[in-house]
């Protein structure tokens, strides 16, 4: 019973500290004596660009790119050393195979994107097919589940 009354204690000396500090931030909000006081929120998606087609596009189309070593296509996916051994799998499979890519409807959540894009190869389109993307290290980026879809779509799976 005592270590529950003491973690209690804890509890709610961190909660009032908390507290505290937000109290202390809230009221530094404007130096203007003359205005009533304001907080700033900076969001995520403040801190990344809306991702265009364009942007979204090119990063496809540099993964896709048979010519490009994995270890540059890497860059192209976050966190994306841990997918080499696929990368280097589908580089193999589209050295004679052109895909291309058209870039649709794109909804932003933060640093997180998804879009819709059309997938074209020599066997036909398929379209809405759905890709994720990250903006990471000051650049939008294929999410590792974007990736996995382009990289299942070579032959090259995740696992």
């Known amino acids: 019973m005592r270590n529950v009354t003491r ?17 202390t931030v809230t009221a530094c909000g404007s130096d203007d004596k003359g205005s009533s006081s304001s ?8 801190a990344a660009p809306a991702p265009t087609a364009e942007a979204l596009q ?19 996916v976050v966190d994306g050393d841990k997918r080499l051994g696929n990368i280097e799998t589908m580089n193999q499979g589209l050295a004679h195979y052109q895909v291309t890519f058209a870039v649709g409807e794109i909804k932003q959540d933060g640093t997180k994107a998804d879009a819709k894009v059309a997938v074209t190869s020599p066997h036909g389109t398929m379209p809405d097919v759905p890709m994720a993307f990250q903006y990471s290290d000051g ?6 589940a974007g990736a ?7 032959r090259a799976a995740c696992q």
């Open 7 to 23: 973690t209690l204690r804890v509890s709610v000396a961190t909660v009032a500290a908390l507290a505290a500090v937000t109290a």
């Open 39 to 46: 907080t700033t929120t900076v969001s995520a998606a403040a």
């Open 58 to 76: 090119s990063v496809l189309t540099a993964f896709a790119d048979p010519a490009k070593p994995a270890a540059d296509k890497a860059k192209l």
């Open 139 to 144: 650049a939008w980026k294929l999410a590792d």
């Open 148 to 154: 996995c879809t382009v990289l299942g779509m070579a």
